[in-house]
Each structure stands twice: as C-alpha cells, then as structure tokens.
C-alpha cells in the first residue's frame, strides 16, 4: 500500500526556516508529478511547489525566491526548503505524488509562522 508522510513542520517566527520532508513507502514505480501543496484556515488547498518532469520545478508566484523543492531518488524522499516565512505562510503542508494509477496524499504537516 502507498503510503505518504510529511515531517519537519512546527512554530517558526517571521522570517524563519524550516525544512519539510515526504517519505514515500510501497510501490511508486512510476511518478507523473510531484509536489507540495497547502491549505490555510478557511482557504482552498493550494499548490506550492512541483515536479513535473525531471529538469522542470515550478512555483507559486507568492513563494519564489524563498522555497526550493528537491528530490532524494534513492529514498523517494521530497523536500521543501522554506525561508524567508512569513505569516500567511502558516497552513498544512501535503505531499502528493501522481502516478498512474492516481494521486497519493500525506496526511500534512502543520506550518505555523508567528512571532
């Protein structure tokens, strides 16, 4: 069975970093996509960050320049940078991988940014 988890969220002030990692356990043997998405309280889920080939990352418009995602292949592990936070930066972060055979979901981390 697939099986997504997200780690590294927590409380960090203004301008802050912190690191968030989605392991990724069963049997992924061919990726479409993957990414960072997250939802804020009272907001739609949003994408942050994605993978769509191997050499094409893109971003949200409101986090460029202070994120960065990559991928540990050998561990089917994916990361996210986050510098430079800011409070509206505060929501749960999900994983996700796009496979053929569907879309697999962490069950999130929460970011919260506040002084």
Not at 103 to 107: A, C, I, M, S, V
């Given at each position: 069975q697939v099986q997504l988890v997200e780690s590294g969220g927590g409380l960090v002030q203004p301008g802050g970093?912190?690191?968030l990692s989605c392991a990724a356990s069963g049997s992924i043997f061919v990726i479409n996509a993957m990414g960072w998405y997250r939802q804020a309280?009272?907001?739609e889920r949003e994408l942050v960050a994605a993978i769509t080939s191997d050499s094409n990352t893109r971003y949200a418009d409101s986090v460029k320049g202070?994120?960065?995602m990559s991928r540990v292949n050998a561990k089917n592990t994916l990361t996210?940078?986050?510098n430079s936070l800011k409070p509206e930066d505060t929501a749960?972060?999900?994983c996700s991988w796009s496979t053929p055979l569907g879309?697999?979901?962490?069950?999130g981390t929460q970011v919260t940014v506040s002084s």
């Open positions: 970093s912190l690191r309280p009272g907001k202070r994120f960065t996210l940078q986050m749960v972060y999900y879309d697999y979901w962490g069950q």
